[in-house]
């Protein structure tokens, strides 16, 4: 069964740095665009980062760039969410997603079509 | 950024209703979305890509339509278990954005 399963989240004060791992089984991360996607408490989902294949195509939300760094293991099959300068704002479900390219008609479609049961980052003094 | 307005917020709707939710792109997106549900504490779900090619495994009463700026999902005969919150998500650009989220409850 092809699955990905995050951990890494807690509680964590303003400024302090956490990383956040997911780990993919079923499947090799590496072939494929990764994201994560935060959901804050009573929220909407928002999408957070991308990696593309072969470590290119590295995409931030604004609120999230110059503080957060995604990366990928390819020797664990993890992909990783490093958070530094987290904030109240942070808190948040943070959701590992893949992307999976379908072809039609010579264009291909994104979807996020396997995600995680997701992890809690919560920031709070 | 694109932004996706998703309506309505919320709905209140019966077993066996029609309900059809919309999103519109703030600029031209092609058919470049997806619509997804998500149950209470759980993950999302994919349920269409491409704006109306349903994924394997999601009944057929649901459906896709739209293309450029203008988008809906349909869901014929409500069933139970599809009391959810759904949302749409652009993937044709970046930073991908998604619609507020629409909440389907009794």
């Known amino acids: 069964e092809e699955q990905v399963v995050e951990s890494g989240g807690g509680l964590v004060q303003p400024g302090g740095s956490l990383r956040l791992s997911c780990e993919a089984s079923?499947?090799?991360?590496?072939?494929?665009?990764m994201h994560w996607v935060r959901q804050a408490p009573g929220r909407g989902l928002e999408w957070v980062s991308s990696l593309g294949e072969k470590n290119t195509g590295i995409y931030y939300v604004e609120s999230v760039k110059g503080r957060f760094t995604i990366s990928r293991d390819n020797a664990k099959n993890s992909l990783y969410l490093q958070m530094n300068s987290l904030r109240a704002e942070d808190t948040a479900v943070y959701y590992c997603?893949?992307?999976?390219?379908?072809?039609?008609?010579?264009?291909?479609?994104?979807?996020?079509?396997?995600w995680g049961q997701g992890t809690l980052v919560t920031v709070s003094s | 950024a694109t932004q996706m307005t998703q309506s309505p917020s919320s709905l209140s709707a019966s077993v066996g209703d029609r309900v059809i939710i919309t999103c519109r792109a703030s600029?031209?997106?092609?058919?470049?979305l997806g619509w997804y549900q998500q149950k209470s504490g759980k993950a999302p779900k994919l349920l269409i890509y491409?704006?109306?090619t349903l994924q394997s495994g999601v009944p057929s009463r649901f459906s896709g339509s739209g293309s450029g700026t203008d988008f809906t999902l349909t869901i014929t005969s409500l069933q139970p278990e599809d009391f959810a919150t759904y949302y749409c998500l652009q993937d044709y650009t970046y930073p991908r954005t998604f619609g507020q989220g629409t909440k389907v409850e009794v």
């Open positions: 997603a893949r992307d999976f390219d379908h072809r039609q008609n010579s264009l291909y479609y994104d979807s996020f079509d396997i």
């Open positions: 600029q031209g997106i092609r058919n470049d």
């Open positions: 491409a704006a109306s």
């Open positions: 079923g499947f090799s991360l590496s072939s494929y665009q």
